[in-house]
T-cell receptor
Framework: GAGVSQSPSNKVTEKGKDVELRCDPI?????LYWYRQSLGQGLEFLIY????????KSGLPSDRFSAERTGGSVSTLTIQRTQQEDSAVYLC?????????????FGPGTRLTVT | TQLLEQSPQFLSIQEGENLTVYCNSS?????LQWYRQEPGEGPVLLVT?????EVKKLKRLTFQFGDARKDSSLHITAAQPGDTGLYLC??????????FGTGTRLKVLA
């Protein structure tokens, strides 16, 4: 079956512009995560969605970052007024939502470059 | 703040050698996962360990969870070029939130 897909795969934008990153999770997965990965390092948690519950936005680095998940499926991460420090790979993952022993399935990521 | 430190950061070895990667924290985790990530792709789960002292084997890979559930190790026997990648550990405290380690980049030379 289809895995997690993300688009675009690469995005180059000018400083100050807004960008939208899209994630299509695996069908039936109720949990969805967004992470940021800089320079091939570890993953930084950004936001978590679970079903119809309020999302955990505690990892968003500033109010320029926002995310939504429509209909419990597709999610969009929006970065407003992009800065050079926003350059990174943004990864999306989905899972069935079993706390503690969940297997997260990751998409290939969106590589964002802010010039 | 929970942190997971991995060592070494980088490792370059010859095919056939053995290696061990470490994942350490001062915090206790209810479970710990290991992922491998290849360039241009997302991480892929290798194993989940949940019991202190637990050892799991996956072909040439051996994973161990520390007795106190604060640390873990990944041992690869007779490394092959196909083992090349970024290895990430991720700890969980029984919730949905996973804390990822700093990563170990492994390169196995043929």
């Amino acid at each position: 079956g289809a895995g997690v897909s993300q688009s675009p795969s690469n995005k180059v934008t000018e400083k100050g512009k807004d960008v939208e990153l899209r994630c299509d999770p695996i069908s039936g997965h109720t949990a969805l995560y967004w992470y940021r990965q800089s320079l091939g390092q570890g993953l930084e948690f950004l936001i978590y969605f679970q079903g119809n519950s309020a999302p955990d936005k505690s990892g968003l680095p500033s109010d320029r970052f926002s995310a939504e998940r429509t209909g419990g499926s597709v999610s969009t991460l929006t970065i407003q007024r992009t800065q050079q420090e926003d350059s990174a790979v943004y990864l999306c993952a989905s899972s069935v939502g079993l706390a503690g022993v969940d297997e997260q399935y990751f998409g290939p990521g969106t590589r964002l470059t802010v010039t | 703040t929970q942190l997971l430190e991995q060592s070494p950061q980088f490792l370059s070895i010859q095919e056939g050698e053995n290696l061990t990667v470490y994942c350490n924290s001062s915090s206790v985790f209810s479970s710990l996962q290991w992922y491998r990530q290849e360039p241009g792709e997302g991480p892929v789960l290798l194993v989940t360990v949940v019991t202190g002292g637990e050892v799991k084997k996956l072909k040439r890979l051996t994973f161990q969870f520390g007795d106190a559930r604060k640390d873990s190790s990944l041992h690869i026997t007779a490394a092959q070029p196909g083992d090349t990648g970024l290895y990430l550990c991720a700890g969980n405290s029984g919730t949905y939130k996973y804390i990822f380690g700093t990563g170990t980049r492994l390169k196995v030379l043929a």
